[in-house]
């Protein structure tokens, strides 16, 4: 059994020796974010065909740019000022090759706004950041922007703009590798799964809640009519929650643009459905899943399906509108990614390239896999969020 980075599992034997059982989000934050042992932080560390999974943007560079046609209409359509800079923030934007299609698409269709477009990348892993670079610069596109700008994750929570944030937060993915905390019921009551070391192994124990925010959570939840059942697990998102609460901070009170959330997820009926009954987290390793976060320590990815309806009503009390929840494939096609593929097979037979091409269009909208595991969730100020292109159904 491959047991994962040694020095990150020691360095978590001696936080559990020190401190005693951690909740199961400590574990998971320093599996994928410790500084220097952590998944995401590892040297070597991307996605797609050498990766241990894919995202939209490695298929396709048409992914970014049907994205960057919808955060130019979010531009045009709450802007106050079409002279302003106008802010392009990706959080966790992996190896840069989605900005770099958002960037290419914003400067060949809409140029004007290219021009006013200050682009920041929002990432903690220092071995992603410099991928990230090097994946931008070596399009020649750095320059055809205002500027491109590097934070962290926690540094934009704390961003102050003057006058407000005019602009679009792209987040991809990013929201369900999150750390969830993880929670059981037992004997009708809640208690938190934290994580133990015996016997050289990682082991759960089930304790009381580590905060209180995890009760608030189950009594929302329950308003909503969703209950776990007795020895029924979810996995509560505090992290997700407290970062889409966030970008209220963020926009301030006269902030305008808004949001486009692309992730693996459902409504909270669904999510919590008794059928889910050990929860949605998984692991990914060599384009294998697992549901065991204790082996690969620090050397493979994890995820929880995204509650869709809680992230949702986050967003309000952040002063947002919300469009409905789409699919990723209704929102491409929306965006016109049907016309894309129309268009390819208009032209003249191109071989094996050709062939390579239809196919990874059409893994961004397989019914059965992307375009509908994805859902795309946005966000507005100053606009109906449910009038952007991307929140329209194309197939009424």
């Known amino acids: 059994m491959d047991r994962g980075n040694p020095a990150l599992r020691a360095w978590l034997q001696d ?3 020190t401190r005693g059982p951690i909740p199961f989000a400590d574990f998971m934050e320093a599996a994928l974010y ?6 995401y932080c590892r040297p070597g560390m991307t996605t797609g065909p050498d990766g241990d999974f894919y995202t939209s943007a490695d298929l396709h560079p048409v992914f970014g740019r049907l994205l960057a046609r919808q ?15 106008f802010h392009l923030v990706e959080c966790g934007p992996g190896t840069g090759r989605l ?3 958002l960037i290419a698409g914003l400067v060949d269709e809409h140029p004007d706004l290219a021009r006013r477009t200050v682009v920041t990348l929002v990432e903690i892993s220092p071995t992603l950041r410099a991928v990230q670079r090097r994946t931008i610069e070596e399009e020649g596109l750095a320059g055809s922007l205002a500027g491109v700008g590097w934070a962290s994750w926690s540094e934009l929570i704390e961003r102050s703009h003057p006058g407000g944030f005019s602009g679009c937060v792209v987040a991809n993915e990013f929201l369900d590798a999150l750390p969830v905390h993880a929670v059981e019921i037992r004997d009708g009551e809640l208690k938190e799964v934290h994580v133990g070391y015996e016997e050289d192994e990682f082991r759960e124990l089930l304790l009381e809640p580590s905060t209180g ?14 209950t776990l059942e007795e020895g029924q697990r979810g996995k509560p998102e505090l992290g997700a929650l407290g970062w889409v609460a966030s970008l209220g901070r963020v926009f301030g009170e006269d902030g305008t ?15 919590y459905d008794p059928a889910r009954h050990r ?6 390793h060599r384009h294998q899943t697992s549901d065991d976060p204790y082996t690969r320590v620090g050397e493979q990815d994890m995820t929880a399906h995204v509650d869709f309806t809680t992230i949702e009503r986050r967003a309000r009390g952040a002063g947002f509108d919300v469009a409905p929840l789409t699919s990723q494939l209704r929102f491409l ?9 129309a268009d390819l097979a208009a032209q003249p037979d191109t071989g094996v390239r050709g062939v390579q091409e239809r196919l990874a269009l059409h893994g961004l909208m397989a019914p059965g896999g992307m375009g509908e595991v994805f859902k795309v969730m946005l966000l507005a100020r100053g606009a109906e969020a449910s009038s952007f292109t991307g929140a329209k159904d194309p197939f009424r």
């Open 15 to 17: 936080r559990i020796r």
């Open 34 to 39: 410790h500084p220097t042992l952590g998944y």
């Open 71 to 85: 955060v130019a209409e979010m531009a045009q359509r709450t802007a106050r000022d079409d002279r302003a800079p």
């Open 99 to 101: 900005a770099r299609d």
């Open 213 to 226: 925010r995890l009760a608030a959570q189950r009594a929302e939840l329950a308003g909503l009519g969703v």
């Open 257 to 271: 643009g808004g949001a486009i959330l692309v992730d693996y997820g459902h409504p909270a009926s669904e999510l």
């Open 279 to 284: 929860g949605t987290l998984l692991c990914y």
């Open 333 to 341: 096609v929306a965006m016109g990614l049907a016309q894309r593929i």
